[in-house]
């Protein structure tokens, strides 16, 4: 079991920037390809950003694409995604989540733990 702890939400301006961790704990997630999601109210879940096992290969959807950045540190289990020029519409829960595949995964039904979610509010 991976449990995941997401933290780093908020208010924020349009124009700003945020920057989420997810802390994993339990089986060593160092093998794990990771992802953040979010969900805006009355919405489905949006694939955000993945990373692979490494660190060293990263996707993410033209939404947020220069924009965003995923980056991991397996030393300290974290993963982090840095958000700079956040729209309103970027306004959603985010949602850290662990795939026992160690290549990048860009659906939800690959990945296999998720986090609770963090908050993240962009106001115009």
């Known amino acids: 079991q991976v449990q995941l702890i997401e933290s780093g939400g908020g208010l924020v301006q349009a124009g700003g920037s945020l920057r989420l961790s997810c802390a994993a704990s339990g089986r060593t997630s160092r093998n794990y390809a990771m992802g953040w999601f979010r969900q805006a109210p009355g919405k489905e879940r949006e694939f955000v950003a993945t990373?692979?096992?490494?660190?060293?290969?990263?996707y993410y959807p033209d939404s947020v694409k220069g924009r965003f950045t995923i980056s991991r540190d397996n030393a300290k289990n974290t993963v982090y995604l840095q958000m700079n020029s956040l729209k309103p519409e970027d306004t959603a829960v985010y949602y850290c989540?662990?795939?026992?595949?160690?290549?990048?995964?860009?659906?939800?039904?690959?990945?296999?733990?998720w986090g609770q979610g963090t908050q993240v509010t962009v106001s115009s």
């Open positions: 989540a662990a795939s026992r595949s160690t290549s990048r995964q860009t659906m939800a039904a690959r990945y296999d733990y």
């Open positions: 990373i692979d096992w490494s660190g060293g290969y990263t």
